[in-house]
């Protein structure tokens, strides 16, 4: 195993020298490996699971590009599955960050964390766009969720402000606008990694459940029934009758859970390379806050890139 790994470190080391270069939001380079921007630890990471990572069959994989409702994801996933063990007074998530239920596969690095004998159905979240993952991990079940790409770049960019470091250039929001639609930001272009979820959602709908954020915001109860009986645990005649559904959506909202102390204060620890203050998971939640940045000549912009990308496609976003 070792001399795997340090076979890997020198691939590593070369693709980092030969590979395209850009310039980063969070940290200062992006580096274009295959068609996708990726920061150097995130490339190390794919090339390490493609030789290290062992999926089972029965793993459930949430897929989204950043700032798309993984939080949000992970919350409704883990208690979707997990009803039977916990009462809504004293649940799991209202004493833990979301981020915690289950593994950020992306930044899991050497050597992987042993997840032989976690409970079945594991359940594992990744940003790798679908082209970059091996088909040992892609025969699996995916819920992938999109968002608008406005609100994702919005987003994304308070985001990358919060965590880059202070030894950096700040990166100004024009500059952001222009690097998003060129498709140079962490797992980019953000329409090549849609798309390649929702081809291969209309290929196998039975294993891709393809989400939209907005939709989650307007017919919460709905989704998450599609959710539920997606993971193989539909909601029971019975269940429904005591409104469980209404009570995991109501304590996955964002209003519930921004306002937990848990959600507020101290940092999660995302697998071995990420530090995030907990309380920067949360900021407004709304769909449509793009409004209070993008001129009209900005959004048109994006519509236009998303209305070529999409076309035909039978995507709208
Ligand atoms: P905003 O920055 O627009 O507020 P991710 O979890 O993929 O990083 O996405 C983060 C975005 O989801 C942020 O969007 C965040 O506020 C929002 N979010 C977090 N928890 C949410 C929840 N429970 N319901 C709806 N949106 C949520």
């Known amino acids: 195993e070792d001399t795997q790994h340090n076979k890997i470190c020198k691939e590593h080391e070369h693709l980092l020298q030969t590979l395209p270069k850009g310039n980063g939001w969070m940290v200062q380079h992006l580096y274009n490996y295959n068609g996708f921007w990726l920061n150097s630890y995130i490339i190390k990471n794919i090339l390490l699971l493609n030789t290290f990572f062992k999926p089972q069959p029965s793993d459930i994989f949430l897929a989204s590009f950043m700032k798309s409702g993984t939080t949000w994801l992970k919350a409704l996933m883990f208690s979707t599955l997990n009803r039977h063990r916990y009462n809504s007074s004293d649940h799991h998530l209202l004493h833990h960050n979301p981020q915690s239920t289950f593994p950020y596969l ?9 997840f032989t004998n976690a409970p079945s159905p ?53 500059e952001a606008f222009e690097l998003f639609c060129d498709g140079v930001s962490d ?40 959710l539920a009986a997606f993971m193989g645990k539909p909601f029971t005649v019975e269940e429904e009758e ?76």
């Open 187 to 226: 797992y980019g272009p953000y329409w090549d990694h849609v798309l390649s979820y929702w081809k291969a959602s209309l290929e196998s709908p039975d294993m891709i459940l393809f989400l939209k954020y907005e939709e989650m915001k307007k017919q919460p109860v709905v989704e998450v029934r599609k």
């Open 242 to 317: 005591k409104g469980e559904v209404e009570k995991i959506v109501e304590l996955c909202s964002f209003e519930k859970l921004s306002g937990l102390e848990v959600n507020k204060n101290g940092v999660e620890k995302l697998g071995k390379l990420a530090v995030v203050e907990r309380g920067d998971f949360f900021r407004k939640g709304e769909v449509g806050d793009w409004k209070n940045y993008l001129s009209e000549e900005m959004k048109e912009r994006i519509d236009r890139i998303s209305d070529e990308k999409f076309k035909d496609s039978g995507l709208i976003v």
């Open 122 to 174: 594991r359940l594992f979240a990744t940003h790798y766009p679908r082209l970059l993952l091996p088909s040992c991990i892609t025969s699996c079940k995916f819920v992938y969720v999109c968002r608008d790409p406005k609100d994702v770049l919005i987003s994304k960019w308070h985001f990358a402000c919060k965590i880059r470091s202070k030894d950096l250039k700040p990166v100004a929001f024009e």
């Open 106 to 114: 992306d930044s899991e690095c050497y050597p992987f964390t042993d």
